[in-house]
């Protein structure tokens, strides 16, 4: 597609479910980004991609939160146990090379837990 | 900790009128960038300035940057009611890994027609 793909749009679960969110980055976008916006709130970093490697994990808020990229483009973000605190809109970004220049983001995920 | 934090929170203003949105970061930078965001909608990027350029412009933005002071700012000519979302400014940092944007809280900017 032309731009980043996100799915599903939106997620409402019940607290202690397992979900799992879906991003399509721009085609050849070789760096992968994943962020978290909660209400009226600015961006959280989680994690970023170089290719299928994520160097550096440390914005994961909890070992609940794992992710994973496959062939250098699909991510997919997934939230074990969930609990209230993690509803947010969880957001990807790519971009054609790693650490510069602007990140082409999708919709969003919005995930609310019950 | 936000590296970037713009100010105002909110402004409102006319159809017409220019609007300026603040932004001070914390620490030595490689670029900054200034995103948009619709509501309900993802972040698209409106411009980037490097940190050995003073000022930038692109149609009605103007983006200032002092890397003394550590602030940038955004201004918006001749604002129109659809230049209505949230704004927010994005630093890259300079030395060890560059490989996230930190972004600020944002700006949510009201353009009444």
């Known amino acids: 597609g032309a731009g980043v793909s996100q799915s599903p749009s939106n997620k409402v679960t019940e607290k202690g479910k397992d979900v799992e969110l879906r991003c399509d980055p721009i085609s050849g976008h070789t760096a992968l980004y994943w962020y978290r916006q909660s209400l009226g709130q600015g961006l959280e970093f989680l994690i970023y991609f170089q290719g299928n490697s994520a160097p550096d994990k440390s914005g994961l808020p909890s070992d609940r939160f794992s992710a994973e990229r496959t062939g250098g483009s699909v991510s997919t973000l997934t939230i074990q146990r969930t609990q209230q605190e993690d509803s947010a809109v969880y957001l990807c970004?790519?971009?054609?090379?790693?650490?510069?220049?602007?990140?082409?983001f999708g919709e969003g995920s919005r995930l609310t837990v019950l | 900790s936000q590296q970037g934090e713009e100010d105002p929170q909110a402004l409102s203003i006319q159809e017409g009128e220019n609007a300026t949105m603040n932004c001070s970061y914390k620490?030595?930078?490689?670029?900054l960038q200034w995103y948009r965001q619709n509501s309900g909608r993802g972040l698209v990027h409106l411009i980037l300035i490097r940190s050995n350029e003073r000022e930038k412009h692109s149609g009605r933005l103007r983006v200032t940057l002092d890397t003394s002071k550590k602030s940038s700012s955004l201004l918006i000519t001749a604002s129109r009611a659809a230049d209505t979302a949230s704004y927010f400014c994005?630093?890259?940092?300079?030395?060890?890994?560059?490989?996230?944007?930190?972004f600020g809280k944002g700006t949510l900017l009201t353009v009444n027609p």
């Open positions: 994005a630093t890259e940092r300079s030395g060890g890994s560059n490989y996230k944007l930190t």
């Open positions: 620490t030595s930078i490689n670029n």
């Open positions: 970004a790519s971009s054609l090379v790693y650490a510069t220049g602007e990140l082409f």
